[in-house]
């Protein structure tokens, strides 16, 4: 068998202070060959990702950016024209939300066995937003994001039928789709059972969060992140991947106490890459949101913790989306700030009204919180999605494509 050698490569990791150190581009280049069978062997491939992580080249910033676009170059391809023409259809245009998709997505990796926050967080969303919710079984918690749904009862979607061919039709019936990880990344199993055998967390482990199959048609997201040093990483590759034509509104949030998402017990670092007011390039806006700013109070960690099996957290999801949470649960309300924070990112809450449905009598909460943002609008909007019934909707209509086409 003939292997592609990166030993060039892994001599310039080894010895990262030399005259010529390794490139983002080589990196990349070598982090595709990860994708092919037997391009690579199993010994240097280890070998590339330990290295990457002991050197901490794998918490660079164009490093991130750039392996991130090799895994989604990679990935199956989408027919953007008929992903377009579906994504049209719909006409959500409001405020400075300019009707594209979104996504909230985090890195995982968190120790306190939290609920399902984010994926709940993306149904809320979906009322008012088209939602591309990118996600994958649980790697390090009980209950991961495809976890959680294909748990629902007594139907839950079917996640084989999301894929790249299908992802059009799941748009021209429901404003939400889940870009089930293994579908749209078929390379990955080539990687499988190497990251199995490693047993450690690599780089991986990070990009799973900037490899959304449909970067380029990304308006939004809110990205969480679990170690404070990555905040500003993966802002600065945000705005790397903005600066060549992905989602131009981002914000990355690492909650104090470890949580890749905002927390409800206290303080939230966000790190929110956007234009510029005076439309030269992009900036990074640096901080903190408290649960105040959303107009709640603290509530501890414990308070947010998930049940002991999928099934558990797909039950409070459907109770939540039911409306059969008391409105102070405090799982609601953290999923009600995560829901505001991809809404107030989308640029939705900019508008000087509101067109929600029944129940909304268009008055908008104009006050303005840290960063800018309108925090209290984003939870105003979101309280409204569930209390409506219309997330409840969005997830039957993406259970009811996604069994339609898995037929």
Known sequence: MSYTSITPLLKKLHNPRSSAPATAEEIASSFALLFEEDKISPIQAATFLTLLSATSRDKDADVIAACAAQMRNAASPVDHTALLQAKNGHQRNEGSYMGGLCDIVGTGGSTHRTYNISTTASLVASSLLLMSKHGNRAQTSISGAADILSSIAPTPPNLTASNAQNLPKFYENSSYAFLFAPNFHPGMRHAAHLRREMGIRTIFNLLGPLASPVEDMLEARVVGVTEAVLGPVFAEALRISASKKGALKAMVVRGMEGLDEISCAGATECWWVREREEGKGMEIVLFELQPRDFGFERHDISEIKGGDTPKDNAEILVRLLEGRL????????????????MLVVSGICEA??????????????????????WWKEGVRRARWAVESGSALQSLRAFTEVSNRLGK
Do not use: C
Request: no cysteine; charged share 30%.
């Open 326 to 341: 008391d409105r102070d649960d405090p799982i609601l309300e953290v999923v009600l700030m995560n829901a505001a924070a």
């Open 352 to 373: 000087e009204t509101s067109q929600m449905g029944e129940g909304d009598d268009g008055s908008v909460l104009k006050e303005r919180g840290p960063g800018g943002g």
